[in-house]
């Protein structure tokens, strides 16, 4: 059990998420009354998708949580008993919280790890069977590359999950009207310069979100052999109800 001047200084300050605490409280969350089902239903989705490809016990597995926060999703991995946990983000103050979290919560397994997810190379995360990655892909500038690195250290099985936008399909000329192709898909530009500062905003600024359909085509295209599109509970998070966010499990096998 932890500290209870540390419990306090928990309890005392608001959270992204909104952590049960072991001593039956819960954080206060920043987000508007409503918006914190976002996170209650990715949650039930995931853990829906993991009890049917990992089950309940994980303790031969290893995970990795891409763009980690303040380890809300790694540390209710952590409940799974995965052997270890490698919780990823850019942000140095998010993983200084999700350390924090994990000693209130008496989680051990979960290691903190600082890196641009844009820059970082395969080697530095290592190969996890599972990896998450949820509400990042729509906050970088190099989509493509960040889900081959995502395909490169997952063994088994990818939950992701990002805002899309609407699909654009069609026959273009290329290099000349004689010579056409199919569009596969597209993304959609969003300006996120001025909010580099925003502890939930990319770090660079220039934001792809992909449609749908293109989000599936890449995953098939950078490797994973099944793809999954997962559906929201029909009283969920209305952006993932309304098709606005969407979640896949992408399987390597
Ligand atoms: C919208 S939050 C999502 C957090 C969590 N995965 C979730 O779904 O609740 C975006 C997270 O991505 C992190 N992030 C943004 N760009 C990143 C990058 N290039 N490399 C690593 N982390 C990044 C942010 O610091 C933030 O924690």
Redesign the pocket.
């Known amino acids: 059990m932890a500290e209870p001047a540390t419990l306090e200084r928990v309890r005392s300050r608001p959270w992204f998420y909104e952590f049960d605490l072991p001593d039956g409280t819960r954080t206060r969350t920043t987000l508007p009354e409503g918006v914190e089902k976002i996170?209650t239903t990715?949650l039930e989705m995931m853990e829906r998708a993991l009890d049917a490809c990992v089950g309940k016990d994980c303790s031969a597995l290893t995970a990795v949580?891409l763009?980690?926060?303040q380890g809300?999703?790694a540390l209710h991995l952590a409940r799974r008993n995965f052997k270890s946990i490698l919780a990823?983000?850019?942000?140095a103050e998010?993983l200084a919280d999700a350390q924090l979290m994990a000693d209130v919560l008496g989680v051990r397994t979960m290691k903190p790890l600082q890196?641009?997810?844009?820059d970082a190379r395969a080697g530095e995360i290592g190969v996890h069977d599972v990896t998450l990655m949820?509400?990042?892909l729509y906050?970088?500038e190099n989509p493509v590359r960040v889900l081959r690195l995502a395909r490169a250290v997952t063994r088994r099985m990818m939950v992701i999950?990002t805002q899309v936008v609407p699909h654009l399909s069609g026959i273009v000329d290329w290099g000349s009207w004689r010579f056409q192709r199919p569009m596969m898909g597209n993304f959609g530009i969003i300006d996120e310069t001025e909010e580099t500062h925003a502890?939930?905003?990319?770090?660079?600024g220039i934001c792809l979100a992909p449609s749908i359909e293109t989000l599936e085509w890449l995953l098939r295209r950078v490797g994973f052999r099944r793809v999954e599109r997962l559906q929201p509970p029909p009283d969920g998070y209305e952006q993932l109800v309304a098709q606005k966010r969407v979640m896949f499990v992408a399987h390597v096998d």
């Open positions: 996170h990715r949580d763009a980690c926060h809300w999703f990823v983000d850019a942000r998010h890196l641009d997810i844009e949820l509400g990042l906050h970088l999950e502890s939930e905003a990319s770090v660079h």
